[in-house]
């Protein structure tokens, strides 16, 4: 059996990178982030709609919690 290695937790946040100590990196990560979201097409009212929704589901779970 195998295992997996132990990941970082990600600043108590799901999806946001662990801050590398190096600053340029830092920089270089976010620039390409950037890049990435520039070259996406726009999300459509209905897209918008659903992610807005997903959210604010979130939200009333989190404070029945």
Not at 38 to 59: E, H, N, T, V
Request: hydrophobic share 45%; aromatic share 4%; charged share 25%.
């Amino acid at each position: 059996m195998t295992t997996k290695p132990a990941t970082a937790p990600a600043e108590g946040v799901l999806g946001r990178p662990v801050r590398h100590p190096d600053p340029e990196q830092n920089a270089a990560y976010w620039a390409r982030i950037d890049a990435i979201v520039a070259a996406a097409p726009p999300l459509s009212d209905i897209q918008r709609a659903r992610l807005r929704g997903i959210f604010q589901q979130a939200d009333r779970q989190e404070a029945a919690a």
